[in-house]
């Protein structure tokens, strides 16, 4: 019961990670495609008079001290700005008048961009463009023209944008930042990416995903399980949102119980602790380093399932202590039934039932453990992706059963063909990848040969009469 009480609450846990996970996902996502879409606008610029236009208006315009450009609001976004001066007050800002033009034309089709994706049903976000030439693009409109450089400047020393210099993010990757503040409603996570072309810093693109937009999602989930409190938290263990007020939230750990939390998490992504008379199930988020939590409390857990289910067996002990020798032998059958279901469960997340080879999810983490190894030994690592070729002739030919015979006949071939300490995996509908550990691309070149060689040798007998030879590249 402990054992399924713990699984239970991971799984609870892990519904609703995987829904604000998914949610996140489509803003990073679209964070990326924004910046995409602006580099490639800066390699090749649109030659519309519209937009040739705009560098006409802010040579006019470059001066005053806080400015807009707007060609049609209803379905391009305008673009704030300040002036010349302004911009020579801060050693992060730089107006470089070659690279200006290609830049403001650009940050008008991205103001398309932002139009278009601001109606997106999923998780409310907030994107912008910050630019080191002293102009900056946001999906949020700047009510007041004065209210421009107040906003500009809290732009300027948000984290998100300092932490982009090249020293700073030399990957040039996508960074999350955490802003609290008080109230709860204020505060927000921020993915930030940087704008770079041809070796130059242009600016940076925010997403950031509001606490009391991410709260909603929470209870939602929170509201198809039986109990427990969701609490998210950023990387430095700071409580970001709580399905309960935060006045009322279980956020009370001592610093004994946060100790043992943080070096629970530094050892694994997921886990649980028994703190008291709450046991705590976390699960570190894919994206922005933050971990969700679910605080299950003791009285939670005697009016749930199985709290009943526990007071029930303590009356059964009771009643018929008599029993005990036959309670036992059933006990015993049914944790062993408990540990097959196990590990049915376990053999089925990681490997593909069809071929019987790693699937593509336990493949790559195999893939990311044994070149880690490799690197750290300074071993030889090499990798061999196998395709088979024509497969769809054959399903459609001879029907997918036919298929499903193809499959598993070349994934038996290929595990009998490997060594031992060599890993293979099913990646995709009839691609297979092979791991070869202190493997030379030498020495994989003649297993990948022998492998193929093999496959191309056997027939498949895939009816009563009918045999089938195939090939892989």
């Known amino acids: 019961l402990q054992g399924a009480y713990v699984a239970s609450q991971r799984s609870a846990l892990e519904n609703v990670s995987n829904a604000l996970d998914m949610q996140i996902q489509v803003g990073v996502d679209r964070l990326l495609f924004f910046r995409n879409g602006m580099q490639a606008a800066l390699q090749k610029p649109l030659g519309f008079e519209a937009l040739n236009s705009v560098q006409g208006e ?25 002036s010349d001066s302004l911009v020579e007050q801060s050693g992060l800002l ?15 089709e991205l103001g398309y961009l932002f139009r278009l994706s601001y109606e997106a049903s999923m998780l409310p976000r907030q994107a912008y463009y910050f630019s080191r030439a002293g102009f900056f693009l946001s999906t949020r409109a700047v009510e007041r023209e004065q209210d421009i450089i107040s906003t500009y400047y809290r732009l300027l020393t948000r984290p998100w944008f300092s932490g982009q210099q090249q020293q700073e993010n030399r990957a040039r990757g996508v960074r999350w930042f955490t802003l609290l503040t008080n109230p709860e409603t204020n505060s927000f996570v921020a ?52 399905t309960q007020p935060l006045q009322n939230a279980s956020v009370e750990f001592n610093q004994d119980e946060v100790a043992k939390l943080q070096a629970d998490m530094a050892r694994d992504t997921v886990g649980g602790l028994h703190l008291g008379t709450r046991y705590v199930s976390w699960q570190k988020l894919k994206h922005f380093g933050g971990a969700l939590l679910r605080v299950h409390s003791l009285r939670e857990g005697l009016s749930g399932d199985f709290g009943r289910i526990s007071i029930a067996l303590s009356l059964l002990w009771v009643l018929f202590t008599g ?7 059933v006990i015993r059958r049914m944790v062993n039934n408990l540990y097959s279901m196990q590990h049915t469960l376990q053999w089925q997340a990681w490997f593909d039932p069809l071929t019987r080879l790693y699937n593509r ?7 990311k453990l044994l070149s880690e190894q490799a690197r750290v030994k ?39 063909t490997i060594r031992e300490q060599d890993v293979a995996g099913r990646v995709g509908g009839e691609e297979f990848c092979i791991l070869l550990p202190d493997s030379t691309l030498e020495q994989a070149a003649q297993v990948a040969e022998h492998v193929r060689s093999r496959i191309e040798s056997k027939e498949i007998l895939i009816h009563k009469r009918t045999t089938l030879r195939i090939t892989v590249s």
């Open 58 to 82: 802010f040579d006019r315009k470059r001066t005053l001290p806080y400015w807009q450009i707007g060609l049609d609001n209803s379905r391009t976004l305008p673009i704030y700005g300040v």
């Open 94 to 108: 730089r107006r470089d008048e070659e690279r200006l033009h290609n830049e403001l034309t650009a940050a008008m």
């Open 191 to 242: 993915a930030s990416v940087p704008l770079d072309y041809e070796h130059y810093w242009y600016g940076v693109l925010v997403m950031s995903f509001p606490v009391s937009a991410i709260k909603p999602l929470l209870v939602g989930e929170q509201l198809q399980q039986d109990g427990g409190e969701y609490q998210l938290y950023d990387n430095h263990f700071r409580l970001l949102t709580s």
């Open 323 to 329: 029993m005990l020798l036959f309670s036992w032998v």
């Open 361 to 367: 999810g336990s493949f790559f983490e195999q893939a």
């Open 378 to 416: 300074q071993r030889p690592f090499s990798i061999i992706q196998l395709d088979i070729d024509h497969f769809k002739g054959v399903n459609d030919q001879f029907g997918h059963q036919a298929g499903d015979l193809v499959l598993s006949h070349a994934a038996g071939l290929i595990s009998s």
